[in-house]
């Protein structure tokens, strides 16, 4: 297994004082990196340490958010827990926040005044709108970033309620955009000394992921609109009924347009005036779509899939997790690991699916308990005091 000082954060340490999501995650994938995490937490805990599925008396949720960090609980109105947090914000290379704007300066410990003790800190504030502007002192959860940021008015299929997409994504896509800045001002701060302010909010970091959908408002005035498994853009590229159940396929360009026709045997579409052109078949997809599935529904997905992958046409089944985590790529990959409860429970997680040249991204240690670590951070303190 590769010891944590060969990988590319090795030596930098990190002070994580988030609870639930973007910010846990934001920390994980720095400590996935070799960054030493060390995750303050109120008295009571992360309050994801409360959420089902509770194995051996610990979060399985929390466990998938926190591994690769240590956990010391803070009161940090406490003036002692209070002097223990400056102390270890002066070491760190990094301060990561998910507090509401304004907390964490009636807690004196915001980034103008722990840059005053620390000059080249970078000091990351994940929140719902960003540090300034009308909304900034309003909290928020994924869902409710999701319906103010666009993502739900382009997510399901016209006519029917609102839903939102089934993974937080608001949540981890600031997570990521977190991490990646954090990663960026390091390096800034390696050469300059001088550390940096990281604004990261859940409704820029939305948006920002919706680069297709804005650009398409920005360059045409027309709204985005729901379009259920659909392409605005591209067709054959959607979910499709088979005779036993739904699958994909994405055929993207004309040449895998006309391999759609080949395995269907539709080869007449090809001259069809509504179809030649990607354009051609954007626009006129509600009419294509009956066309195709009704030489579909003939027989099973399975047989489909087998025969579009032979010709080298993108498809793939609809997988629930336990079929996508079950698949032989996932496997091949080692994504899925086992790791440690503090109980010494083991459990099954999905680990660091980006790979690196020469480094291996293991899971070094489980989800820490809480305040576990409370005696060897505070004795590496004392320790660095003396030197």
């Known amino acids: 297994m590769n010891e944590p000082q060969s990988l590319p954060l090795a030596g930098v340490r990190v002070v994580e004082i988030c609870q639930i999501a973007a910010g846990p995650f ?15 937490e109120p008295p009571t805990g992360d309050a994801m340490r409360a959420w089902p599925p509770i194995t051996d ?10 591994r690769n960090k240590k956990s010391i609980a803070l009161d940090l109105k406490d003036q002692g827990d209070y002097d223990t947090a400056r102390a270890l914000i002066t070491r760190a290379d990094v301060v990561i926040e998910n507090s509401r704007p304004g907390v964490m300066e009636r807690l004196k410990l915001d980034y103008e005044t722990a840059k005053a003790w620390n000059p080249a800190l970078v000091y990351c504030s994940i929140s719902a709108f960003g540090q300034t502007g009308p909304k900034a002192k309003q909290g928020a959860f994924d869902v409710t970033m999701q319906a103010i940021s666009g993502i739900m008015s382009v997510t399901g299929h016209e006519g029917v309620p609102p839903v939102k997409c089934g993974v937080p994504i608001a949540d981890f896509a600031t997570g990521l955009y977190g991490a990646f800045n954090v990663a ?6 390696r050469q ?4 940096s302010h990281i ?5 820029g970091c939305s948006l920002g992921i919706a680069a297709l959908q804005t650009s398409e408002y920005f360059g045409t005035g027309n709204v985005p609109r729901k379009l259920g498994a659909a392409h605005p853009r591209n067709s054959p590229y ?16 004309d040449r895998l347009w006309e391999k759609v026709c080949a395995v269907t ?11 030649v052109t990607t354009s051609d078949r954007a626009t006129n997809q509600a009419e294509l779509k009956p066309l195709l599935e009704e030489r ?39 994504w899925v690991q086992r790791t440690e409860l503090p109980s010494g429970a083991e459990i099954s997680t999905f680990g660091p699916p980006v790979s690196m040249s020469g480094r291996a991204f293991t899971i070094r240690s489980g989800p820490p308990g809480l305040d576990g670590d409370r005696a060897a951070i505070l004795a590496e303190l004392d320790a660095e005091k003396v030197a």
């Open 238 to 253: 959607e979910a499709y009924a088979a005779r036993d159940t739904h699958f994909v396929i994405a055929a993207g360009n």
């Open 184 to 189: 960026s001002a390091l390096m800034a701060a």
């Open 265 to 275: 045997g539709l080869e007449a579409l090809k001259d069809d005036p509504r179809f």
């Open 57 to 66: 008396g610990y979060s399985e949720n929390f466990a998938s958010l926190n």
């Open 296 to 334: 579909f529904v003939k027989e099973d997905a399975e047989e489909w899939l087998a025969r579009f992958s032979a010709a080298g046409v993108p498809c793939a089944p609809i997988n629930t997790y336990p079929e996508a985590l079950a698949d032989p790529q996932v496997e091949a990959q080692g």
């Open 199 to 203: 604004d990261a909010s859940m409704l």
């Open 192 to 195: 300059s000394g001088q550390g």
């Open 26 to 40: 934001c920390g994980m994938l720095l400590a996935d990196m070799g960054a030493e995490v060390i995750k303050i």
